[in-house]
């Protein structure tokens, strides 16, 4: 019994053993994981099927997502945009206060100058006119009476029968009753003029756009009746920024592109104000359009743009095209198959509606570019070009 204890001793595992044992274990674990690992990359699975390698990432475009790079003309345009707005029209309105008894037009009718359009009660003013009248015959028949009056005291006077004064008194009778005439030929011309103002007529050759009188309504002077408008000749306020405004000029022709309107109009620029607007420093240049087109309304919206600049012979591609990284501009281009970065540095901008922008370095005609943002891209992906869809009745091409 006094041998057993140091034998179990020994054979008790000390710390260190116990360490040993692990590490080796730990080793061959991850030897073998090694193996494993190598053996299914290079050898045959366990299917004894060859494993098969992944394919590099690709993205399909359409035709029309692309663009060909080109030479061509650039015109560098400035946006313009503005309301129709007629430049003849007016608001009729009564001279004389009454009733209302007639009027004959409605909205979107056409009115030519001098057409009767209403009428205001006149009796009171016809009535007037025939007491001027009769006043005018009166003053004159005392006219005519002083005149005597004066023809025969001058011939007393003249074989002394009466005295200077007596002349004199004569004289001053015929010129007060000429005087009570000339008053009583002005009141009549008055009422006559009052009476004719009782029937409203058109100022102008135009459209009825608005109504503001109704028959039987009593007016006062001044008395709004309706508006009309002359929609032959149009013209928009634009306004132009400070910076844009060197090269425009009176006479310059605008092309516009009417709301609700198919065909494209072409106004000329007539004005320009002399000074910014406050607050927008821009400044206001004022379109005229000849107008023959019926479909073309006072307050349309309009869309235009002035050319200032023309380039020939330049390479241009889409503006939305282009991305912004910030401290340099890049298009995305297809080089051999693959999506690649190509930095560009831009010159003139078409800001009138084609879009396009010149390419001064980084492309070369013929190169094909993605024509707009398509959201995320990366360099380096294949590309593939869809076919066009073929007509009916033929097999499709197959894209290269």
Do not use: C
């Not at 274990?25 to 299914?40: D, E, K, L, M, S």
């Not at 009778?173 to 011309?189: C, F, I, K, P, S």
């Not at 002077?221 to 060197?246: F, H, K, N, Q, T």
């Amino acid at each position: 019994m006094a041998d057993s204890a140091p034998l179990r001793r020994l054979r008790a595992p000390t710390p260190m053993t116990r360490k040993a044992v692990s590490l080796v274990a730990i080793t061959a674990i991850a030897v073998a994981a090694a193996a494993w690992y190598w053996h299914n990359r290079t050898g045959p699975s366990r299917t004894g099927a060859p494993i098969v390698a992944v394919a590099p990432p690709s993205i399909e475009f359409s035709e029309a997502d692309l663009f060909t790079v080109r030479s061509g003309r650039l015109e560098r345009s400035i946006p313009l945009t503005g309301s129709l707005r007629p430049v003849n029209q007016t608001l009729v309105k009564t001279k004389l206060a009454g009733e209302l008894r007639e009027l004959a037009v409605r909205e979107g009718m056409t009115v030519t100058r001098g057409q009767t359009i209403a009428q205001i009660d006149a009796t009171e003013y016809e009535t007037r006119v025939r007491e001027r009248e009769a006043q005018l015959a009166s003053a004159r028949s005392q006219v005519e009476q002083a005149r005597r009056s004066l023809e025969n005291t001058r011939q007393l006077h003249e074989k002394a029968f009466v005295s200077q004064s007596a002349l004199d008194g004569a004289r001053s009778a015929w010129e007060v009753a000429a005087g009570n005439r000339d008053a009583a030929t002005a009141q009549l011309t008055l009422a006559r003029k009052a009476l004719a103002d009782a029937r409203i007529t058109a100022p102008m050759d135009g459209i009825v756009a608005e109504r503001f009188a109704q028959p039987g309504e009593k007016l006062a002077i001044d008395g709004r009746i309706l508006s009309i408008v002359d929609l032959s000749r149009m013209e928009i306020e634009a306004p132009v920024p400070a910076a844009e405004i060197g090269p425009v000029r009176v006479g310059q022709a605008v092309e516009l592109r009417i709301e609700g309107v198919a065909q494209r109009q072409v106004g000329h620029i007539v004005r320009i104000a002399p000074s910014t607007q406050a607050g927008t420093r821009s400044i206001p240049v004022y379109i005229a359009l000849d107008n023959r087109d019926p479909s073309v309304h006072a307050g349309l919206f309009a869309q235009g743009s002035l050319a200032v600049e023309t380039r020939d012979g330049v390479l241009t591609i889409p503006l939305n095209a282009v991305r912004d990284a910030g401290a340099r501009l890049f298009v995305y281009a297809i080089v051999a198959g693959v999506l690649a970065e190509r930095d560009v540095r831009l010159g003139v901008r078409d800001d009138g509606g084609s879009g396009l922008v010149e390419v001064v370095s980084g492309l070369a005609s013929g190169d094909r570019i993605v024509a707009g943002n398509l959201g995320a891209l990366r360099a380096g992906t294949r590309v593939r070009v869809a076919a066009p869809a073929a007509p009916a009745g033929t097999a499709a091409a197959r894209p290269l």
